[in-house]
């Protein structure tokens, strides 16, 4: 298997990612807790992009991924492909759009801290850059060790499974538990 068929045969990966950020934003009521005991405010807004083969449904609204029609696109098999999101840690703001294929961020608006044209804003704006990167980046983080980790068959798949299809919520405070050991444990390793 050469390069390229291996990384085409894990194509999958970005939008599941996105499945869970969005499965986790709603079960936590968009507080997410980061790898580095830190928490974030992370939502989806304004719009997303759900596919399957050559179906495609582009949301728009103020909550695009909280209303039925983006549950029901979930329910049909078609997975995000883009999605707006905003995050907030440290009281700074970001917004972005990612896309599922590469994890490209695009159209990124960071916080503003300083005023006046400088070399210094220049530095701020590339730190904020690199910090927002770094979100993203333990997210994604997280979501590998889970998935590649037997608690993605034990919990946390079954949890998906049961929101995508509109069931009860898993209890949120027994997911946390579940999820911050089986990061733990990849921590220790």
Wanted: aromatic content about 10%; charged content about 30%; overall charge negative.
């Amino acid at each position: 298997m050469d390069v390229v068929d291996r990384i085409e045969g894990c194509s999958f990966a970005g939008a599941e990612f996105l499945v869970w950020l969005w499965f986790e934003s709603e079960l936590f009521e968009g507080t997410l807790q980061l790898s580095d005991d830190t928490t974030c405010e992370l939502w989806f807004e304004s719009q997303i992009i759900l596919a399957r083969e050559k179906e495609q449904a582009a949301l728009k609204g103020t909550a695009p991924s909280s209303n039925a029609e983006a549950h029901e696109a979930l329910r049909q098999g078609k997975l995000p492909t883009r999605a707006r999101m905003r995050i907030i840690r440290n009281e700074l703001e970001y917004a972005f759009v990612i896309g599922a294929e590469d994890l490209s961020l695009s159209t990124l608006r960071i916080p503003a801290q300083l005023r006046q044209e400088t070399d210094e804003q220049f530095y701020e704006r590339m730190y904020l850059v690199e910090e927002i990167e770094k979100i993203v980046d333990g997210l994604f983080t997280d979501f590998l060790v889970l998935r590649l980790s037997k608690s993605w068959d034990g919990f946390v798949l079954p949890a998906l499974r049961s929101w995508v299809r509109g069931e009860e919520a898993p209890d949120a405070d027994d997911y946390g538990r579940k999820r911050a050991a089986a990061l733990a444990r990849r921590k220790k390793k």
